[in-house]
């Protein structure tokens, strides 16, 4: 079956430390996202692409960096100046950037700072 | 900018109750209208999604309508369960190509048996 396959499951990171959440679909979808959820603030768009090799800005993109090298990953690093990490990471496929078949989700990466 | 905006944020019903959960945009300016449910420290599973010509989308027992003149969408599901406790979360694809889904807050449900 076809899906978006999100790891690690759990991820604790150390003050000062890089990490690096892994996205990958085999769904053939050009567009790919990335959304941070906190309780009680709903879902934020921290980076999209629409294409490999090419990658745009969200909502919320200071202290994260992505790449998109391949079309099937878009794997997202939290870097140190992000100051509160601890948060529900969700990916999100779309076959398209205009979204016609909707999105699909992965089934999260829980971040905690310890 | 666009919002989205769902009420109630909880809901609490007996099993067996049909129930509608409401979700309304600012901006009717949207490309298509998604429903998601949400179970707790899971991903988003997508329910039904409505493309900005359409009415309304069915699957199974869930029904959901679309008016976007009035900035609207109604999620109904008939003769609820327990297994259908989850929060439900709607989002909109704006018109623009900016690339994302605005999100609702969401609606969390619980089905009592």
């Known amino acids: 079956d076809g899906g978006i396959t999100q790891s690690p499951k759990y991820l604790f990171r150390k003050e000062g430390q890089n990490v690096t959440l892994s996205c990958e679909q085999n769904l053939n979808h050009d567009a790919m996202y990335w959304y941070r959820q906190d309780p009680g603030q709903g879902l934020r768009l921290i980076y999209y692409?629409?294409?490999?090799?090419?990658?745009q800005k969200g909502d919320i993109a200071e202290g994260y960096s992505v790449s998109r090298e391949k079309k099937e990953s878009f794997p997202l690093t939290v870097t140190s100046a992000q100051k509160n990490p601890t948060a529900f990471y969700l990916c999100a496929s779309s076959i398209d950037g205009a979204a016609r078949r909707g999105y699909t989700f992965g089934s999260g990466t829980r971040l905690t700072v310890v | 900018k666009q919002e989205v905006t769902q009420i109630p944020a909880a809901l609490s019903v007996p099993e067996g109750e049909n129930l509608v959960l409401n979700c309304s945009f600012t901006d009717s300016a949207i490309y298509n209208l998604q429903w998601f449910r949400q179970d707790p420290g899971k991903g988003l599973t997508s329910l039904l999604l409505i493309q900005s010509s359409q009415r309304e989308q069915t699957s199974g027992r869930l029904n959901a309508s679309l008016d976007k003149s009035s900035g609207r969408s109604t999620l109904y599901i008939a003769a609820s369960q327990p297994g259908d406790s989850a929060t439900y979360l709607c989002a909109v694809r704006p018109g623009s190509n900016t690339g994302k889904l605005i999100f609702g807050q969401g609606t969390t449900l619980q089905v009592k048996p």
């Open positions: 692409s629409q294409i490999v090799n090419d990658f």
